[in-house]
T-cell receptor, first 116, second 112 residues
């Protein structure tokens, strides 16, 4: 149980375009989902907390207009990187916390974004 | 705010040898503690977690970790390492809200 999927697993796009990444909890409901960014050989950096039916909470230094987050249902959150630039190239990982459960996050497999 | 320190960036052990990965945390109250493993290009898999109770926690793949409040530590151990254990290991601390902090990670290399 507690499986989280991400789509796509890899994406290459041109600079200036927008890219949407989906995060789904497959076998549980997740009121709260999280988006992380991971640079090569680095740890995870929390970008934002996504709550179903409300606006996401962004960490300091993360541009909310650039990284649009939508959490429209209890099983789906999306991250849209708008007007992507090469410096946005990274590994993006989402996680979901079981609703009503203890404080455990289950992670998706990640999405590798390359902006040319 | 809570923080996590993993003092060892890279550890190499021989297959069959024992393993201990160190994790120290800083938090004012009793934290929620986690160990995750990440294979190259993959997401994170939860190995084990500690919330309360028995301070020795058993996880998947033969891993265990011990919470030591006096040392603010939550070290991960495995008695006999397998080649498939080579990966990046992350310790994390949660504060009972939306805030989870990760350590910088320890990369484990397993020698044949």
């Amino acid at each position: 149980g507690a499986v989280v999927s991400q789509h796509p697993s890899r994406v290459i796009c041109k600079s200036g375009t927008s890219v949407k990444i989906e995060c789904r909890s497959l076998d549980f409901q997740a009121t709260t989902m999280f988006w992380y960014r991971q640079f090569p050989k680095k740890s995870l950096m929390l970008m934002a907390t996504s709550n179903e039916g409300s606006k996401a909470t962004y960490e300091q230094g993360v541009e909310k207009d650039k990284f649009l987050i939508n959490h429209a249902s209890l099983t789906l959150s999306t991250l849209t990187v708008t007007s992507a630039h090469p410096e946005d190239s990274s590994f993006y990982i989402c996680s979901a916390r079981v609703t009503g459960g203890v404080e455990t996050q289950y992670f998706g497999p990640g999405t590798r974004l390359l902006v040319l | 705010a809570q923080s996590v320190t993993q003092p060892d960036i890279h550890i190499t052990v021989s297959e069959g040898a024992s393993l201990e990965l160190r994790c120290n945390y800083s938090y004012g109250a009793t934290p929620y503690l986690f160990w995750y493993v990440q294979s190259p290009g993959q997401g994170l898999q939860l190995l084990l977690k500690y919330f309360s109770g028995d301070t020795l926690v058993q996880g998947i793949k033969g891993f265990e970790a011990e919470f030591k409040r006096s040392q603010s530590s939550f070290n991960l151990r495995k008695p006999s390492v397998h080649w498939s254990d080579a990966a990046e290991y992350f310790c994390a601390v949660g504060a009972g809200n939306n805030d989870m902090r990760f350590g910088a990670g320890t990369r484990l290399t397993v020698k044949p």
